[in-house]
């Protein structure tokens, strides 16, 4: 156990939620997850409605514990997830790249959990006034979609201007960085690239490999020009993409050009033509694993740097004048 309030209002073991990725985390990594003690998220991204019930149902029978989907408001058939998802009762939803406020008491009523994604404080803050049960600070360290603001600056602030719980994400890979979320007032971390490497991922493989090949510069920002900021991997598809910009392509152009590109990484396993959407953490990451053993290791490098900011504060207590 590692109590916090994040744990505590969705009774989890650890404060470790996993992101939901779109094409990636699926009904296996998200039961594995959470079977593990975390939060295992589907993420519902572009996908069909009818494969979105699937899915909630396939978690359902593989784990007894909680879990959530991560909604993606951007997606054209958003209002039909939205439907399947209150349909189909699910303990969480978490939500990303817009604002879900008109829909967030729909949920409560049923008694879901409604965690937004919010790059800023402003969002973070009408999000508490329309009834949010916590929100995800997402740095611009993370994958896919993002803000602009670091996770350093933006949790702290978040922390400072909000009381429901708080999860820190972007650039969080390991127990040190559950460990930095915490000093920084985070009720608990979530993490995307990391659990893109666990064994029970459904990703392909070469979408694995690429993750953990990737050193620390590794990771570009596509799309800054069309409104829509992605953080991938470097390869050929971002080479065309940053030509493209160069050569004055419009946004509906840049937009057309990026349609299903990340079916085609995730799914089908080109990684030089697909969108290898990966967080900065990707530097971080240096094997695949089991899940309830990623868990495990977070844990375990948190006590130990834990310990050592221990070790400093009594130390640091004796001199204080
Ligand atoms: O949503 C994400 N990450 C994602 S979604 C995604 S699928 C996709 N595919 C193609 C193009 C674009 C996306 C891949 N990765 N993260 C959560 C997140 N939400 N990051 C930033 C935001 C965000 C941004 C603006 C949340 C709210 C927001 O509000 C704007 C407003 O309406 O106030």
Redesign the pocket.
Known sequence: MLETRITRLLGIKYPIIQ????WVSTAELAAAVSNAGGLGII?A??MPTLNLREQIRKAKKLTDKPFGV?L????PHIDELIEVTLEEGVPVIT?????PGVFIGRFKEIGTKVI?????V??AQ?MQKVGADAV?C?GTE??????ELTTMVLVPQVVDAVSIPVIA?GGIADGRGLTAAIALGADGVQIGTRFICATECTAHINFKNKVVAAKDRETTVS?RSTG?P?RVIKNKLTREFERMEKEGATSEELDQF?VGK?PLAARDGDIENG?V?AGQSAGLVKSIMPAADIIQEILADFYEAANLLSSYASLGGDCVE
């Open positions: 992101g939901g990725m779109a993420g991204g572009h991560n993606m408001l951007l997606t939500t990303g790249a817009g604002n937004p994604v919010v790059p800023s402003a969002l009408r995800i997402e993370a994958g896919g979609h993002i803000g994400a799309g829509h992605v990026g990340l969108s959407m």
